[in-house]
């Protein structure tokens, strides 16, 4: 089963926002008490993720949580092409 949408909005503003913070897995991970693979799984759209992990990311990020949720020009058109 593919991802919603939504997992694909937030797997995608992580790890853009990681990787624009020049931040690792790890250091998500340790910035927000969450294990690294789980971090993984959630830059790869696998994992259902709580509002409070949500909240944890967001703030290891120095990000509001909604901007996590939020689609981008990319991952909205890509989700449309697929409908």
Do not use: F
Not at 11 to 33: E, F, H, P, W
Not at 47 to 65: F, Q
């Amino acid at each position: 089963m593919a991802p919603s949408t939504e997992r694909t909005y937030l797997a995608t503003n992580l790890k853009r926002a990681r990787r624009m913070r020049g931040l690792t897995q790890d250091d998500i991970a340790a910035l927000s008490g969450v294990n690294r693979a789980y971090v993984s799984d959630m830059e790869r759209g696998k994992r259902n993720i709580g509002i409070d992990c949500i909240g944890r990311i967001a703030a290891a990020l120095d990000v509001p949580a909604a901007s996590l949720l939020l689609p981008t020009v990319k991952t909205r058109a890509r989700t449309h092409d697929s409908k």
